[in-house]
């Protein structure tokens, strides 16, 4: 799922490209990405783009009269802009918003249908989308320790709850937890002062040198190659592959549709956390430790 660096850098390409110009004709290639009837889609038609935001992982395209375009990528999709002259074909196309300059296409590879567009009248009805999540890069340590102490979860969830923290996901919450070296699985009400001051500066951190690694690979383009699995990330997608500080295996956690990864010797003392499917299938043979998993 595209998060907060992705995000940014979307908007940073897309600002040049739209702002101020009319949002000639929006075409949906599936109805079902459309998720609101009133007002219809077709009330943004020829209405100028007076500004893009975020709203912790979703695009807003503003415009004229108060009308917002809320974009939703999910975990499988992704926005893409081409020339005048050239088009995208094909059932991986959910929608095109046709501007003066080219064309903005929302795509979705796989089969399962979760991208979708909102088109709202008002701040009032745009306030709703807001989860009420932390912006970490302009909060204070003060506001992020007491984000983090308001309910007990692990870590992993709480920074990947949109209530609590703002544009973080399942990739680059597993950054954050191996530079700061702590547990996935550790819980907030746990964390010691020294802790909570380690995972704020790696989570502002992970969140700007991402986003700066982002810009660099798009160069003055558009962001082509989103993806949750990048080269150069230290555990997130690497699992059995060596941890770029110790070597060690990174391990995995896997859940649902969900996994995380770790370093067990750089976060968890060395100590290997139980995977449920794979422990359910190994019994007394899953391994504790990384010394035993490694062996």
Known sequence: MPELPDVVVYIERLTPLVLGQPLVQVHLGSPFVLRTVDPPVSEVDGRTVTGIRRLGKRIVLALEGELFVVIH???????RWRAPGKTLRGKMVLAEFAFPDGTLYLTEAGSKRRASIHVVRGEAAL???ERGGLEVLSASLA???ARLRSENHTLKRALTDPRLMSGIGNAYSDEILHRAKLSPLMLTSRLSDEQLSLLFEATRATLTDWTDRLRTDAGSGF?????AFRDGMAVHGRFRQPC???GAPVQRIRYAENETNYCAR???????LADRSLSRLLKDDWPRSIEEWEA
């Open 73 to 79: 990528l999910m975990i499988a999709g992704r926005l």
């Open 127 to 129: 306030a709703g989308f």
């Open 143 to 145: 506001g992020f320790s």
């Open 223 to 227: 962001p082509e190659k989103v993806t």
């Open 244 to 246: 770029p500080v110790c």
């Open 266 to 272: 750089c976060q968890t003392g060395g100590r290997v």
